[in-house]
């Protein structure tokens, strides 16, 4: 089957779906669906799985967790069956980004480890299950969940390269700038030993 070529003007279009669809708020849809309040008012007021738990509803949870991960999976397969292989990398990277900084929100999202999981996935599955291997591994190990979501990302790169002709390389050094940027907080309660440990408040 020969490479589809996208045109500038095709790729910005999947730049702007990618984006719409990783801005999907599913953690304030499902916190208001079930009367659990305001998410934004909840633990760090982010939008995303983890502060979903903080109500106490571990199926919303799972059910953020799993929606998050669908719709920048959705932004890459809907991206590559319909414009090729640099559309699905541009609307994968929007996608996060998009729940990262929802516009509908005043671009207050998510930290985007659910999302990056999914965009990670979609492109390479390989890649996408040794980056959730990695996560069980490092949560399993150190009980801290922004840590495993940080050596996740980390190694994405490097299976990529391992398990991959390289292509989706750059995407993944990007992405995973973002997910520490988006962590910075994270990572200096990390050093100072303040982080907490999951199953602990």
């Not at 900084?101 to 985007?112: E, I």
């Not at 994405?156 to 002709?165: E, F, G, H, K, P």
Request: hydrophobic fraction near 55%.
């Amino acid at each position: 089957m020969p490479e589809i070529v996208s045109s500038p003007a095709t790729l910005m279009l999947w730049a702007v779906i990618g984006y719409l669809l990783g801005s999907i708020p599913f953690g304030i849809l499902l916190t208001r669906a079930l009367g659990l309040g305001d998410l934004r008012k909840v633990g760090s007021g982010n939008i995303g799985a983890t502060n979903v738990l903080r109500t106490g509803n571990k199926k919303a949870a799972a059910a953020t967790l799993i929606l998050d991960a669908v719709k920048g999976a959705a932004a890459v397969l809907l991206a590559r069956a319909m414009a090729g292989e640099d559309a699905a990398q541009i609307a994968g990277l929007l996608a996060f980004i998009g729940h990262c900084f929802p516009v509908w929100l005043g671009f207050r999202g998510g930290k985007g480890v659910a999302t990056f999981l999914g965009v990670v996935l979609a492109l390479s599955w390989p890649v996408g299950l040794a980056c959730c291997a990695t996560w069980l591994a490092m949560a399993a190990w150190k009980r801290i969940s922004s840590l495993a979501a940080l050596a996740a990302a980390a190694s994405s790169s490097i299976w990529t390269v391992m398990l991959t002709d390289g292509t989706i390389f750059f995407l993944c050094v990007a992405l995973t700038l973002l997910v520490f940027i988006r962590h910075a907080g994270n990572i200096r309660r990390i050093k100072a030993g303040t982080e907490p440990k999951i199953g602990k408040k």
